[in-house]
């Protein structure tokens, strides 16, 4: 059995950060080289031989360093295994140029607060915390050391600058353990803004997208709905005068009902089209939502509206149930969630449209017997374009999610379950309107006398 190969995804961005990282910590080492040289050591190059062999040593370790993750950035392979490597050698090699140039009290040891935000922009919370820790215990070992008389400062300088006593170790390492915990606070909070700040940026983005395309699909909708509706329309009405034959065979008759099955699901596709493309605002009026469902269902069992032997049924009150909606819009969501349990569903199978009413809302229900809708298809279901059928186009449900989103201000909302004996149920609610249906109620008759 062979083992299949390990796909490693490359993450561009870190890697970019990464380089830039890399830049700058070459840059940084350079003119810390340079400041050693005429700075601290003014210039005597000749008087401090221990100490440069260190600030040398650092350095090279360091550019051998950047060069080995020149190579690794190029291969794109272990970048965050080798962001963490990195931030946990720049401790060490903070750590080094901290002891040469004073050691506890040396200016140098904001360089681990420095690593502490390149390790935020890197990586986040985690690369902060991480070096925040190793550069503590680096920088609080050799302060250790110092007091237990294990760490001498360089023999070429003179022992006086360094803190070595406990007593003399106390304010500069407070102070810089306190500078290092506030550094990495801060950089959490920047590093958990740059994601959220992050986040926020890719959603706009991908909103700005899916308002391109949408507009992309309302030119393109607008051109089918000029050239092929009205060619349809001249097929449907030529097929049903045809159908009605006396001289067609049942055969024939078959062949017809194919015909318009089919042209009807052309000229609902060209209608999703542009009712995603370029929806209407919903208008608030009372609807009778039982009339609404019943007159789907019927448009649905009609020849050309169901597939095969499936029956769709309507379970509910004759009429009556009035909510606060946009009826020609409901009548769009009512017809697509219906259309879209018939495509869903087997043959022989029947799918339910129920209407439920309690004091505040109004439930409508359509139900079918197919597969069900699977954890990550729920998440997705409603994206435009986002189908789980082979011959599906994704724009039917989510013109009903546009509808409905644009109703939310009116009480709507809708939800979709797998049945546990199989199937899916979308399920809208929409708020009762009361005063509409009493206003629908005839007068009362007058008492008698």
């Known amino acids: 059995m062979v083992a299949s190969p390990r796909i490693e995804f490359v993450d561009d961005g870190l890697r970019r950060r990464l380089s830039w990282v890399t830049g700058l910590r070459l840059t940084v080492l350079t003119l810390l080289l340079g400041a050693t040289f005429f700075f601290y050591l003014r210039g005597k190059l000749a008087e401090y031989p221990e100490t440069l062999r260190i600030v040398y040593i650092t350095i090279g370790v360091a550019y051998a360093l950047a060069a080995v993750q020149g190579a690794v950035l190029r291969s794109g392979r272990r970048l965050r295994e080798l962001t963490y ?123 700005y ?47 017809c009902d194919i015909i318009l099955r089919e042209a009807t699901r052309l000229n609902d596709l060209v209608g999703d089209m542009v009712d995603l493309s370029k929806p209407r605002k919903a208008r608030a009026e009372s609807v009778d939502v039982a009339e609404v469902a019943r007159d789907v269902v019927e448009l649905a069992n009609r020849p050309a509206g169901a597939k095969g032997t499936i029956k769709v049924i309507y379970i509910g009150p004759e009429g009556g149930v009035r909510a606060r909606c946009d009826g020609a819009q409901i009548r769009q969501v009512v017809w697509n969630l219906v259309r879209n349990a018939i495509q869903s569903s087997n043959a022989d199978t029947t799918v339910t449209v129920r209407v439920e009413v309690d004091q505040d809302t109004t439930t409508l229900s359509v139900e079918d017997q197919g597969p069900g809708v699977s954890g990550d298809a729920k998440a997705r279901i409603f994206d435009a374009f986002y189908t789980t059928r082979s011959h599906g186009t994704g724009i039917g449900l989510a013109v009903v999610k546009r509808i409905l989103d644009d109703h939310s201000r009116f009480g709507a909302s809708i939800d979709v379950v797998s049945q546990p004996q199989g199937g899916a149920m979308f399920r809208v609610v929409l708020s009762r309107d009361v005063v509409g249906l009493k206003a629908s109620l005839p007068p009362p008759k007058p008492a008698r006398a």
């Open 209 to 255: 997208t899916e308002a391109e395309r949408l507009a992309e699909l309302g030119r393109i909708a607008a051109w089918l709905a000029h050239e092929i509706r009205n060619p349809l329309g001249s097929i449907k009405g030529s097929v049903e005068l045809l159908r009605e034959s006396a001289a067609l065979e049942s055969e024939d008759k078959q062949l």
């Open 85 to 207: 490597v990195q931030l946990v050698l720049d401790q060490v090699l903070w750590t080094a140029i901290v002891y040469v140039s004073g050691g506890a009290s040396s200016g140098a040891t904001s360089f681990y607060g420095l690593t502490v935000l390149v390790g935020a922009i890197l990586v986040g919370l985690r690369g902060a915390v991480l070096s925040a820790v190793i550069g503590g215990v680096l920088y609080g070992a050799m302060c250790a050391a110092f007091a237990r008389g294990v760490l001498h400062p360089p023999s070429d300088q003179l022992w006086s600058s360094f803190a070595l006593t406990p007593a003399q170790l106390t304010y500069p390492v407070l102070i810089n353990v306190l500078g290092i915990v506030v550094v990495t606070a801060l950089a959490s909070y920047l590093a958990e803004r740059l994601r959220t700040t992050g986040g926020a940026l890719e959603l706009a983005t991908q909103r």
